[in-house]
């Protein structure tokens, strides 16, 4: 989940790839996923991506499904990360801040970290992780660009089920399988890295 600030002023398009790629970590490595909202459900008024056992798969797996999505919204906004960019955002920055990079500029712009690593954020678990390890830089540049790995590997399923969920603001779980196994179908099996399979 994403603070209703880190909303804020943010397209449509953007929040759906954002919630897309939330989604699509729990497709491929077999999660029963129950919808993904870019609007409010039930008692959450926020785009979010709800699995059908929120205490289901391992660290790893959630990790993925975290990150995922926050990199698939990014990638939407054409906004790429440095190294010192990922550092700043799940270890620490001196003036609360992390990097991104135009994708065809490369013009830097500073963001808050705060929505994306606060409590109960996207983030927040990898921060935490992160920032009580000696390797922590090592370990959170590997972490990130793992995840972008997958990000790339899922990119014509993303494409393909972003704007359907832009035009009815939710999916059940069973569609979103359904449009990515065709979207993904002659395509490379999704690339997982060998850390969701740990517990």
Same mark, same amino acid.
């Given at each position: 989940?994403?603070?209703?600030?880190?909303?804020?002023?943010?397209?449509?398009?953007?929040?759906?790839?954002?919630?897309?790629? %939330?989604?699509?970590?729990?497709?491929?490595?077999?999660?029963?996923?129950?919808?993904?909202?870019?609007?409010? %459900?039930?008692?959450?008024?926020?785009? %979010?991506?709800?699995?059908?056992?929120? @205490?289901?798969?391992?660290?790893?797996?959630?990790?993925?499904? @975290?990150?995922?999505?926050?990199?698939?919204?990014?990638?939407? @906004? @054409?906004?790429?990360?440095?190294?010192?960019?990922?550092?700043?955002?799940?270890?620490?920055?001196?003036?609360?801040?992390?990097?991104?990079?135009?994708?065809?500029?490369?013009?830097?712009?500073?963001?808050?970290?705060?929505?994306?690593?606060?409590?109960?954020?996207?983030?927040?678990?990898?921060?935490?992780?992160?920032?009580?390890?000696?390797?922590?830089?090592? %370990?959170?540049?590997?972490?990130?660009?793992?995840?972008?790995?997958?990000?790339?590997?899922?990119?014509?399923?993303?494409?393909?089920?972003?704007?359907?969920?832009?035009?009815?603001?939710?999916?059940?779980?069973?569609?979103?399988?359904?449009?990515?196994?065709?979207?993904?179908?002659?395509?490379?099996?999704?690339?997982?890295?060998?850390?969701?399979?740990?517990?």
């Amino acid at each position: 989940m994403t603070s209703p600030d880190y909303w804020a002023g943010n397209r449509p398009d953007y929040i759906a790839a954002h919630e897309c790629g %939330h989604a699509l970590p729990f497709w491929a490595q077999g999660i029963p996923l129950d919808y993904v909202a870019i609007i409010g %459900h039930g008692t959450m008024p926020r785009p %979010h991506t709800q699995p059908i056992d929120v @205490n289901g798969g391992s660290l790893g797996q959630r990790l993925l499904v @975290n990150a995922s999505g926050v990199i698939s919204g990014f990638w939407r @906004n @054409n906004r790429a990360f440095s190294d010192l960019g990922i550092a700043e955002l799940l270890i620490a920055s001196a003036d609360g801040c992390f990097e991104t990079l135009g994708s065809l500029s490369g013009r830097a712009t500073r963001i808050p970290r705060a929505g994306l690593i606060g409590p109960s954020e996207d983030l927040e678990p990898a921060a935490w992780l992160m920032g009580g390890e000696v390797c922590a830089y090592d %370990h959170a540049i590997r972490y990130w660009r793992e995840c972008e790995r997958f990000v790339a590997s899922v990119t014509p399923a993303i494409a393909a089920i972003t704007p359907h969920l832009i035009e009815r603001g939710e999916l059940p779980g069973a569609e979103v399988a359904l449009r990515a196994a065709v979207a993904m179908a002659g395509q490379p099996d999704p690339w997982l890295p060998g850390w969701t399979a740990e517990k």
